[in-house]
């Protein structure tokens, strides 16, 4: 007979055989994991019987929140009748067809193709790949630099770490790789000085005209930023941006890319992040929500533009085993049409995304340390600062968001730090009764940082 394995057990086996991604695994294992046992709608169930509000929906993907067993049922029959074969040697198969054809119809409608990859991580890869080699067969070699912003998150490959401007991650592995650069990201709150949110979206995406013109046009193939920066903390560029960035990228003649990895698939009220802030990208690495983090499962939506010169310039020798793999197509496709079927993004955009946002702003804009309360849809956060009166943030960044997030970790719910900023994505399906649950348990984490705060004489 097989006895269950304690907590205790499952932590030393974690400890002895697994190293954990961004961790540091001396202090963890000294620690021990929390060991996730279970999942059901929002929520989540440890080892030790622990009930814990998932803030998170899993790292910004599980959009149909747990237990979804239509998803399940789709890997099984799947799984069944052909659990695997590949998309090279001229091969195709109905889930990856379906799926493909599924995504151009949810799409905007300059995406007609998909090339499926496995991760958020290895489609930015893929764009990389993808934009300079739509330049090389129209005869432009030379126009292969890629642009990208400070603090930007677009995955941790050696190409997805170099588009992404995260100095600890550079530190790690001679980064960023050659012809890949970074300009300032459009953070008003931390940037934009004396400037109107407005005023400051227009310097911030002129960055980007200045680069161009000191590189030469001639020489960058591209430029790419993600609707709204999650991993770099949920920072939400002022309306201005985003059609100052393209009007640039047009005239510059230039490649717009969309990371949609996290903002995709309904997050922001819209089905896509590129669709909330009214732009056009040419290319968009999708992943995540794609499907809801039941299958690892990721993509690049291939423009029109694009894809008649790949298509038209023989091999694209690119490609991964198990791109297209047919179990995540048919999961990712049965995903999708929930999301559709059941009406979550539009309930998102109208209802229970207005509320969220409504809620929060009223458990946190009040609070004297507390500033830049902000959210779009199922994306929320709020940022620890000294001194609201003059946006003066702590001396040591990330030092008060570690105590909160760790407050909300011991009260059973996930929310991230990001330096001192605390952040939010919650599944879609949450409710508005759920969504009460949810911040007032955040309002009392908050009051208990506050409290300790004021103990260590940080406030």
């Not at 907590?7 to 400890?15: E, F, I, K, V, Y």
């Not at 459009?186 to 227009?202: M, R, T």
């Not at 990371?259 to 968009?284: H, K, N, S």
Request: proline share 5%; glycine share 10%.
């Amino acid at each position: 007979m097989n006895t269950p394995r304690t907590t205790q057990a499952w932590q030393a086996l974690d400890a002895a055989h697994h190293l954990h991604p961004f961790s540091d695994a001396h202090s963890l294992n000294q620690l021990g994991s929390r060991v996730v046992v279970r999942g059901e709608g929002v929520r989540i169930w440890d080892s030790e019987g622990q009930c814990i509000i998932d803030g998170m929906a899993g790292l910004w993907c599980v959009n149909l929140g747990y237990g979804r067993k239509e998803l399940a049922e789709a890997a099984y029959q799947q799984m069944l009748e052909l659990p695997f074969y590949n998309t090279f040697f001229k091969t195709t198969h109905p889930p990856v067809i379906e799926l493909s054809t599924l995504l151009a119809e949810l799409t905007p409608p300059q995406f007609n193709h998909v090339f499926l990859t496995n991760s958020g991580s290895e489609s930015n890869d893929t764009v990389i790949r993808m934009a300079r080699h739509f330049w090389a067969a129209q005869g432009q070699p030379q126009k292969k630099t890629l642009i990208s912003r400070i603090n930007a998150y677009h995955g941790s490959t050696i190409g997805g770490a170099s588009l992404g401007g995260m100095s600890y991650m550079h530190a790690q592995g001679d980064l960023p790789i050659p012809g890949i650069v970074h300009i300032e990201q459009p953070y008003w709150y931390v940037n934009g000085g004396e400037l109107s949110p407005e005023e400051y979206g227009l310097k911030a995406a002129r960055a980007l005209e200045a680069k161009i013109l000191e590189l030469g046009a001639e020489n960058v193939a591209a430029f790419i930023g993600e609707p709204i920066q999650g991993a770099g903390g949920v920072i939400i560029p002022p309306s201005t941006y985003w059609p100052e960035i393209q009007r640039i990228c047009r005239e510059h003649d230039i490649l717009l890319i969309s990371d949609e990895v996290i903002c995709g698939f309904g997050r922001t009220g819209r089905w896509f992040g590129c669709e909330y802030f009214g732009f056009a990208p040419d290319l968009m690495p999708i992943a995540k929500g794609l499907s809801s983090g039941y299958q690892p499962i990721g993509g690049v939506m291939v423009g029109d533009r694009v894809a008649q010169v790949l298509m038209n310039s023989g091999d694209f020798n690119h490609g991964m085993t198990y791109s297209g793999h047919p179990v995540a197509a048919a999961v990712a496709a049965a995903n999708l049409k929930i999301l559709r079927d059941e009406g979550i993004v539009d309930r998102v955009r109208d209802d229970t995304g207005p509320y969220l946002q409504k809620k929060w702003q009223e458990a946190f804009a009040d609070h004297p340390h507390l500033d830049d309360v902000r959210g779009v849809g199922f994306l929320a956060a709020f940022t620890w600062v000294k001194d609201k009166s003059r946006r003066e943030l702590f001396a040591n960044p990330g030092e008060v968001g570690t105590i909160c997030r760790d407050i909300f970790f011991k009260n059973n719910l996930i929310m991230r730090a990001v330096g001192d900023s605390m952040v939010s994505a919650p599944p879609l399906v949450m409710t508005r009764t759920e969504i009460d649950e949810m911040i007032a348990l955040a309002a009392r984490c908050v009051d208990q940082t506050t409290n300790t705060l004021r103990a260590r004489g940080l406030i």
